[in-house]
């Protein structure tokens, strides 16, 4: 008997036992090594072929091809078995009851401008007015020059504009919609521009320097202040749905002439003042008049033929009086327990 007979014999004894004991996976590249390896204990018994006979040669051949098949499919079926207890390890860990319920999705609402912005639009649209929107980066000439508002007026400093470097500006008031409007679509026209306005204002309750106006502007032929009071008070009326003591003083815009100052009594504290109506009982809401003739001009429209009226409705005032806010930076703030009360 060759004594190779005994070394293949234990060490394939050997292997598969240790291969049905290894705990991990590395257990079994270690026995791979050891035995199967170029260096291993199979690779030992090859290197005595040389003296053999050639019958001999061809049995110890045959028997070690069988011994080394026999250790790799131990090996590759243990293998196979610790990767599907890993498998079922995962799959355990990861398992997810797809039968309970999901979570409800959180559900937004409509800030309160927004909402007092789409009920206007509707108003508006009714009564044959078209919805414009308007850059807010605008130019010198469409936020003043083409409203006639001349270039030492006061509105113009820094102090109350934002100017860009490049010479443009943050808008100060949604007027410049008026120009766009009378340029692109010509008489007769009817129009209202809700949008964002920015002002380099000190903030209080009542002011901000980002805040939203809603433009109007109706253009035909005789076109009188009684047109005018008329919208004016649908409007009122629709929005808070019941008589609001209004007066109307004179106002000077450079854009409308004559130009009115629609106040409304103050709805937060009623009349004896607030810091919302700055004591006095009246907000400011509702700047307007009849649109002056070198706007027109300046916008192509010949005034001889046409006449019109505009407003400029302070937006984010209105909301605050609609819905008693008696802060106008709450509006601004995104505190989701005041927005979610809308
Ligand atoms: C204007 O901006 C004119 N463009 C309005 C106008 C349009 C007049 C068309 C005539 C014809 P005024 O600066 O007054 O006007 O602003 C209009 C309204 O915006 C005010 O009545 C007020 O309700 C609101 N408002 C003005 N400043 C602020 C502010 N800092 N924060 C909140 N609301 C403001």
């Known amino acids: 008997m060759n004594p190779n007979d005994e070394?293949?014999?234990g060490?394939?004894?050997?292997?598969?036992?240790?291969?049905?004991a290894a705990a991990v996976e590395?257990?079994?590249?270690?026995?791979?090594?050891?035995?199967?390896?170029?260096?291993?204990?199979?690779?030992?018994?090859?290197?005595?072929?040389?003296?053999?006979?050639?019958?001999?040669?061809?049995?110890?051949?045959?028997?070690?091809?069988?011994?080394?098949?026999?250790?790799?499919t131990a090996l590759e079926s243990r293998k196979a078995a610790f990767a599907s207890a890993?498998?079922?390890?995962?799959?355990?860990?990861?398992?997810?009851?797809?039968?309970?319920?999901?979570?409800?999705?959180?559900?937004?609402?409509?800030?309160?401008?927004?909402?007092?912005?789409?009920?206007?639009?509707?108003?508006?649209?009714?009564m044959g007015f078209t919805v414009l929107d308007g850059p807010e980066v605008e130019t010198e000439e469409h936020n003043f020059d083409a409203l006639n508002i001349p270039g030492d007026h006061p509105a113009r400093d820094a102090q109350d504009t934002f100017w860009l470097t490049d010479g443009n500006l943050l808008r100060t008031h949604t007027s410049p919609v008026q120009v766009r409007g009378?340029?692109?679509?010509?008489?007769?026209?009817?129009?209202?521009?809700?949008?964002?306005?920015?002002?380099?204002?000190?903030?209080?309750?009542?002011?901000?320097?980002?805040?939203?106006?809603?433009?109007?502007?109706?253009?035909?032929?005789?076109?009188?202040?009684?047109?005018?009071?008329?919208?004016?008070?649908?409007?009122?009326?629709s929005i808070f749905r019941r008589e609001v003591t209004v007066r109307l003083r004179p106002g000077y815009f450079p854009f409308v002439e004559p130009g009115f100052e629609l106040d409304i009594q103050c709805l937060i504290?009623?009349?004896?003042?607030?810091?919302?109506?700055?004591?006095?009982?009246?907000?400011?809401?509702?700047?307007c008049g009849l649109v002056n003739p070198n706007v027109l001009r300046m916008s192509g429209i010949d005034p001889e033929q046409w006449n019109g009226f505009a407003f400029g409705l302070g937006l984010t005032r209105l909301a605050m009086m609609r819905?008693?806010?008696d802060d106008i930076r709450l509006l601004l703030g995104g505190d989701l327990r005041f927005l979610n009360q809308f």
């Not at 060490?11 to 049905?20: G, K, P």
Request: glycine share 8%; proline share 7%; net charge neutral.
């Open 26 to 72: 590395a257990d079994l590249e270690a026995v791979r090594v050891e035995v199967l390896g170029r260096k291993g204990l199979l690779a030992g018994v090859s290197k005595d072929f040389g003296k053999m006979a050639p019958e001999e040669r061809a049995r110890m051949g045959k028997l070690l091809n069988a011994v080394k098949q026999e250790v790799e």
């Open 182 to 237: 009378m340029r692109k679509l010509g008489p007769p026209l009817r129009m209202i521009a809700p949008g964002r306005v920015f002002r380099n204002e000190e903030v209080d309750a009542s002011h901000e320097h980002t805040f939203y106006q809603l433009e109007g502007m109706m253009v035909d032929r005789d076109v009188s202040v009684a047109h005018l009071i008329f919208f004016m008070k649908t409007l009122l009326t």
């Open 86 to 126: 890993a498998l079922a390890a995962r799959l355990d860990s990861e398992w997810l009851d797809l039968t309970l319920p999901a979570p409800p999705p959180r559900r937004g609402s409509l800030h309160p401008v927004t909402l007092i912005q789409t009920e206007i639009e509707d108003l508006f649209i009714s």
């Open 323 to 325: 819905y008693a806010i």
């Open 11 to 20: 060490a394939r004894d050997r292997a598969l036992e240790r291969i049905a």
């Open 7 to 9: 070394v293949i014999a």
């Open 269 to 287: 504290c009623g009349g004896p003042g607030c810091p919302v109506c700055k004591q006095s009982g009246w907000v400011e809401l509702l700047p």
